[in-house]
């Protein structure tokens, strides 16, 4: 999408007209405004979601040609925040209670994570308090990550799109944005963003809380690494995101990624995976959310 100073600075007025939706549909000029104001409304939105626990179950299916389901496994995970960041333990296999030296080798894992935790949370102190200007703040979870690819691929100027309609999702009015690649693009800064390039979608935004609601995508043009001489990561590979409204913000409640890639020049991975979130609390009012 093409993202210049114009857009920031007329950014009060075209928030101004996505609020009230007095806007046109496929305008990619309302499209930009209406992802400016979600970008600028995430400092106000994270501090909700820092103190929240919950737990993850992954169910990995394997798949054939056809993508048929041939084999399945899951695993639950509990996510809790430690120094600014969520931490995973895992606590369970194909419903099965981890023990023994699994068990064991999991709570050095864990005691690991905790200590790398405080000692980035340090870093990110030290380098605020000096005000570096070339130290930046990594994301420490998914959400972050999500929506700072969102943030980088606006400045890149990696996109078209549109605001494509209306509609409404898990009973909240939504605002549609269709995106697809720039042609042309080649100046992806690392390879996540590489893939990221390549891809179309939707997102949904809701009108009101300014937030994503959901994102569906799909990599319209493989992406080889080294040559393909490692590996490939076949057109086709798709991920839907899907939340709910909590009353205050939109919490993940699952995420399927479909994948289909080459590992070297043998082993072909045909992968569903389902991430299903549950049991969110908050830490503080130790209530569910």
Request: aromatic share 8%.
């Amino acid at each position: 999408m093409r993202v210049a100073a114009v857009l920031w600075g007329s950014l009060a007025l075209a928030a101004s007209a996505a609020a009230t939706q007095e806007v046109a549909i496929g305008d990619q000029g309302a499209a930009e405004a209406l992802l400016a104001r979600v970008i600028d409304h995430r400092k106000a939105v994270r501090p909700l979601e820092g103190g929240l626990t919950f737990r993850q179950l992954i169910t990995t299916e394997r798949l054939d040609e056809e993508r048929k389901v041939v084999a399945s496994a899951n695993a639950l995970y509990e996510y809790e925040p430690v120094f600014g960041r969520h931490l995973w333990k895992l606590l369970e296999l194909d419903g099965e209670p981890i023990a023994g030296r699994r068990f064991r080798r999991e709570e050095r894992r864990y005691r690991r994570a905790i200590e790398a935790a405080k000692e980035e949370a340090e870093e990110d102190r030290l380098a605020l308090e000096r005000r570096d200007p070339d130290y930046e703040v990594r994301p420490k979870n998914g959400m972050d990550l999500f929506y700072k690819i969102v943030k980088d691929a606006i400045e890149l100027d990696m996109f078209e799109g549109e605001l494509l309609r209306r509609d409404t999702w898990r009973g909240r009015p939504v605002q549609v944005v269709r995106f697809w690649p720039r042609p042309g693009f080649r100046d992806a800064p690392n390879r996540m963003m590489s893939v990221v390039s390549k891809c179309e979608g939707e997102l949904w935004v809701d009108a009101e809380s300014r937030q994503i609601a959901r994102v569906r995508t799909v990599l319209t043009e493989a992406e080889n690494f080294i040559a393909g001489l490692f590996g490939r990561l076949h057109s086709g590979t798709s991920a839907d995101v899907e939340s709910e409204f909590d009353g205050e913000i939109w919490l993940p409640k699952r995420v399927t990624m479909t994948v289909d890639a080459r590992m070297f020049f043998i082993r072909r991975i045909r992968r569903r995976v389902h991430y299903d979130f549950l049991d969110f609390r908050s830490l503080s009012a130790s209530v569910d959310r």
